[in-house]
C-alpha cells in the first residue's frame, strides 16, 4: 500500500488484492463518483445533497458526533437551527468531494473558471516572492481543493494526512491528490518528514483541528467551549522560518462554485507560548468555520479529551 521515497514521502501503490470481493462496493462507489465528475453540477449537486441528506439521517453514530460537536460548540443555537447544519454537512459533503472528483478526472481548467479566491492578494505575493508557507487549513469537506489547485499552478506543496479506513479509497484518495505533483506525508510517520519538506520549499498544509490526546495539548477555548490543541503551528513556523496562512473552501451548490477565504498571515505568533499559539489557531478556525458551519466535519470527535474529572462528551448517556 505505501512506498517510502528516502524516508520523507507516501506514495500510494496498487495492490492486487484490491480486485478482492471484499472492496467491490468501494469500487462501484468510486465509479459512480467518477461518473459524476463529468455531471455538470448544476443536474449533480440536487442529486448529491439529497443523496447525502439521506445517508445522514441513518448514519446514527456520525449524527450524534455532529449533534454534541455543536451542542457544545454552538449552544446558543436553537435544536432546529443545529439539526438544519447537520442536514446542511450531510449534503455538502458528496457535493464537495464530487468537485475533488472532477480535479482527479478533468482537466483543472474546467474547474478553474468555477473558483473564487477571496483575501489572496498576500498569498500571491508570497508565493510570487517564494516565501516558505504552512497553510492552516480547518477539516472542510472540500479541504483537498484549494491544495490540488495550487499544485496544478505548478506550486509545490506537502500534506499531513491521516489514512481512509478503506485501503482502496486511501489509495486512489491519495492518487487523486497526487495528481499534479506535491509530497504526502502520514501522521503515522510523524512530523519530521513534513517539516523538512517545508524548510525545502514546500508550501506546507497542516489540519489543526483534530484532537492528539492531553501529552503537548493545551485546553484553550475552541467556540462555546475549549478544547485540547496542539500548538505545533509555533513550533514549525519557527524551525522552517514560514509564513502561517489560514483557508478555508466553502462549497456552494445553488451557484456551483467554491469560494476560497483566506485570512491574513499569523505574524503574532513569533513572541507567542503554547497556550497562546493553541488559542489563537483556534480563533482562525472559528473566524473561517463560523461563517459556513455546515462546511466544517463536525462527525470527528472533535472534543475527545476534556480535563479532569469531566466526562467525555461522546459517553455521555444523557445527549
Not at 183 to 196: D, M, P, Q, V
Amino acid at each position: 500500500m505505501e512506498q517510502n521515497n528516502s524516508q520523507t514521502e507516501f506514495i500510494p501503490v496498487f495492490k492486487k488484492t484490491f480486485y478482492h470481493p471484499r472492496y467491490w462496493g468501494a469500487w462501484c462507489g468510486l465509479g459512480l463518483l467518477a461518473g459524476f465528475a463529468y455531471v455538470p453540477p448544476r443536474l449533480r449537486d440536487p442529486v448529491l445533497g439529497g443523496l447525502g441528506r439521506l445517508v445522514g439521517k441513518f448514519a446514527t453514530g456520525a449524527r450524534r458526533r455532529a449533534r454534541i460537536n455543536l451542542l457544545y460548540c454552538m449552544p446558543a443555537l436553537s435544536r432546529r437551527q443545529r439539526e438544519k447544519i447537520i442536514d446542511d454537512m450531510f449534503a455538502c459533503a458528496p457535493q464537495s468531494i464530487a468537485l475533488m472528483a472532477e480535479l482527479a478526472c478533468r482537466d483543472p481548467h474546467k474547474v478553474e473558471g468555477r473558483i473564487d479566491w477571496n483575501g489572496d492578494q498576500q498569498l500571491n505575493q508570497l508565493l510570487a516572492e517564494q516565501k516558505k508557507i504552512i497553510f492552516l487549513v480547518p477539516h472542510g469537506w472540500a479541504v483537498d481543493v484549494p491544495a490540488m489547485l495550487l499544485a496544478s499552478r505548478g506550486y509545490q506543496l506537502a500534506a499531513f494526512f491521516h489514512h481512509q479506513r478503506n485501503d482502496l479509497v486511501d489509495y486512489f484518495w491519495n492518487r487523486a491528490r497526487r495528481r499534479y505533483g506535491g509530497r504526502l506525508h502520514s501522521r503515522e510517520n510523524g512530523i519530521k518528514s513534513f517539516i523538512s519538506s517545508v524548510r525545502q520549499g514546500y508550501c506546507g498544509y497542516y489540519l489543526p483541528d483534530q484532537d492528539h490526546g492531553p501529552e503537548h495539548s493545551e485546553f484553550v477555548e475552541f467556540f462555546a467551549t475549549y478544547k485540547a490543541t496542539l500548538p505545533a503551528i509555533g513550533r514549525m513556523m519557527k524551525i522552517c522560518r514560514a509564513t502561517v496562512v489560514p483557508l478555508f473552501p466553502v462549497y456552494n451548490a445553488k451557484t456551483g462554485r467554491l469560494t476560497i477565504n483566506v485570512l491574513p498571515s499569523m505574524d503574532d505568533l513569533a513572541e507567542a507560548d503554547s497556550a497562546q499559539v493553541a488559542r489563537r489557531m483556534n480563533e482562525e478556525v472559528e473566524k473561517l468555520v463560523g461563517p459556513n458551519p455546515e462546511q466544517y466535519t463536525w462527525i470527528l470527535k472533535l472534543l475527545k479529551t476534556r480535563k479532569p474529572g469531566e466526562i467525555q462528551p461522546y459517553k455521555r448517556k444523557d445527549i
